[in-house]
């Protein structure tokens, strides 16, 4: 989902009334970023609390490619990091994640290895149909075992959109939230759904419902489901307790726009770029009774910041042993504080902007290839800004293109090397990436080598259900990210 | 200013509180035009519910042109024409204009002769500082008489941007609004200010105040005055018995951003374009213990419906004796009903585009010449859609270009002319069109002639000033109008 998705945030069609009505009584944050313009990498970062290149999900294969977890990578999750959910059962929290894992799916990255303790839904993306014999199709798991794959127990139609996913996702965390409720344990849920990561799907009392076709139903059931959610909490008499956040992992994809993708509102590009499109995010923080309501925030957020502040919300320490990027928000969220701090768009292994203040330094520009966006792979479409949406991967380390974000958030007017201002910005955004690049110590990477071998042909349960497949000869390759 | 320039329409840096207010407690319409992507001919549509083609301020020296009222046009609001205030007089209401008027500077075109009983304001933009040799400075008039000329009695620093006017313009607003409710007579109150028309300005209290620059500024101080005038209303106990109504006239001029132009959101290019950047104007109704609060309403509404919906409220019949474009949007703004129209995007004297339901057709396609490109003038700038922001005058009569708004707010991606969709939609815009143009009589061109003889030279007032120039021979000449 993009940043320009919902209502609030001046989609034209304004059909999130959930959404909205969550920021009224909470806190908008207009200046919140995922740490990767790619799903993978930005979920290990948000549970991590560290930036993909810290926790290994990026890539050396090729020089600021986005890497991630198709069904034949062979790394994930590195036993080294400590997850959120790893840390919260400290505190006595029972943790679940419903929906996309995204952080490997062999078995030692399983999410119950890594701090979950309980987990429905699935460690891929829903792409598919495969043809189980080049390809298996999709597992989804609950807790330890597969109880069915997508396509053929968990049905996703392409023509119409149709899939009852996100209903699924939906009873599973009211479920879970009652459960909790009922046991007065204290919970952390990952409510991960993807009903608007393309194949876009629907459940069929939302299809034909949206101004905005397909997209536009995916986003009205997330909606929608978010309000019950919400209700449910106060129904239960526990939302006074419970601290909401709502965000997405990247970009709205407007290479799937206008029927799989969505809206990045006035913001420049989207999804697998560092432009502000792919990166800056709908973020809603919630929470009855402590957040005073209809606050706004210009805060510079990041999902890693849900790490930290999760964790001083449960009175726990984060770890000392290792770098962590996120920051603790409560000091913002409930006083209203301002906290000055950069934030560093990377795109793989590559520092490709940083923003401080309002001011934003590209020392890399690259939308994609020429031979990807002679293919049609359009990361900006209807979008061209000379020397800045390049088409070739142009470095600016010694002059980097400078925008002030306040006067100009779509990225189109660089500041003039000459000017004043470019010179004094430019420093002090020189001495942040110096500082940041010194102490800098780069995870193992873990998205370089796919392997047939590794996909999902017989995940643990899959005996139980007759889904058992047979893989192939292991045969370790590079894995190829063209963008 | 355009439609992304308000909080409450997703500007990024959210700086409008007192609009997002009205909207609040008002409703918001998403989906309302101006009747022409440039000032003059929306200004004289809004205060006579007609088309610019039918009510004359269009031009017939170039083909698809927009025109307006610079110094030295000759024409102006004809005399047939009825304009709101004329008809509102007739019901007892006493009419001011605050700001620019913009329908012609000449003896004629006062608007104390069309209705108005007050005026403190300009009849022209705040151009300038001229050389009182080639061309005078705009005058400023009270009532009948200028009082001054920008740049000389009312300071516009061109350097900083500092200019008081708005806080004039707010007080003498203020002032009129008290002394009809202390005589407990009706009113019309036309506040048209323009700060934020390049060459953009704002008071010191202001400059310097938002995260957008001067532009930002600007919009903060108009918001800040639109709070005050709300404020006003209510203390004097007469909000539930006044109707406030808030638009623009055209999409945010992209060719000044950032430092002069603000944003029209999602939407495509801006100020003299047909596209949704050009025409998509924010728009909020406002009648506490009326309008039920917080509403949003997706009726395709035009500034030509405040010429209805006002003669409605006053319970004055509309002429009948002419074509009148306006609707009276009561219905949807008391009920929340929606009413079936269409919208007609004209530039000068051609039908560009033609929106109905969530369709849009284009039956011509034009950003500027290349001619004019070449120079700099950009009305898209960072944008650039294959066919649609087409540099040379396109048309597309036989087979237009058709968007679905819903879907594609952005206009990006042009519907298959084979799909049964395109089929559907275009069969019964052509309709509309055909009906429309059968029954059509074009006015008499207002903005062809231009003569330098007829600039403010000698205003009446000037005398008591010793502000009276010299006027030129007169040289009457076709009007150049380059897009």
Known sequence: MGWGDLGVFG???????????????????????????????????????????????????????????????????PDSELLLPELLKKAGYTNKIIGKWHLGHRPQFHPLRHGFEEWFGSPNCHFGPYDSRERPNIPVYRDWEMVGRYYEDFKIDLKTGEANLTQLYLQEALDFISKQQASQQPFFLYWAIDAT??????????????????????????????????KHLQQLGISENTFV????????????????????GPFLCGKQTTF?????????????GHIPAGGVSHQLGSVMDLFSTSLSLAGVQPPSDRQIDGIDLLP???????????????????????????????????????????????FCPGQSVAGVTTHTQEEHTYLPLLFHLGRDPGEKYPLSFASDEYQRAVEHISGLVQQHKATLVPGQPQLNVCDQAVMNWSPPGCEKLGKCLKAPESDPKKCSWPH
């Not at 419902?209 to 139903?217: A, K, N, P, W």
């Not at 956040?245 to 990045?264: C, E, H, M, Y």
């Not at 502000?276 to 009855?288: L, T, V």
């Not at 923003?355 to 939308?367: D, I």
Request: glycine share 10%; aromatic share 12%; net charge neutral.
């Open 11 to 77: 989609e034209p069609s304004k059909e999130t009334p959930n959404l909205d009505q969550m920021a009224a009584e909470g806190m908008l944050f207009l200046d919140f970023y995922t740490a990767s313009p790619l799903c993978s990498p930005s979920r290990a970062a948000l549970l991590t609390g560290r930036l993909p290149v810290r926790n290994g999900f990026y890539t050396t294969n090729g020089h600021a490619r986005n890497a991630y977890t198709p069904q034949d990578i062979v790394g994930g999750i």
């Open 197 to 230: 990561h393309a194949p876009v799907y629907a459940s069929k009392q939302f299809l034909g419902t949206s101004q905005r076709g397909l997209y536009g139903d995916a986003v009205r059931e997330i909606d929608d489901s978010i309000g019950k959610i919400l």
């Open 245 to 264: 956040f709502f965000t997405s992992d990247n970009g709205a994809a407007l290479i799937s726009a206008p029927r799989q993708g969505g809206s990045n």
């Open 276 to 288: 502000e499109g792919g990166m800056r995010e709908p973020a809603i923080a919630w929470w009855p």
């Open 332 to 378: 913002v969220i409930l006083q209203g504080k301002l906290i000055d701090r950069p934030i560093f768009y990377y795109r793989g292994n590559e520092l490709m902007a940083v923003r401080a203040g309002l001011y934003k330094a590209h020392y890399w520009t690259w939308s994609n290839s020429w031979e990807e966006h002679s293919k049609g792979i359009d």
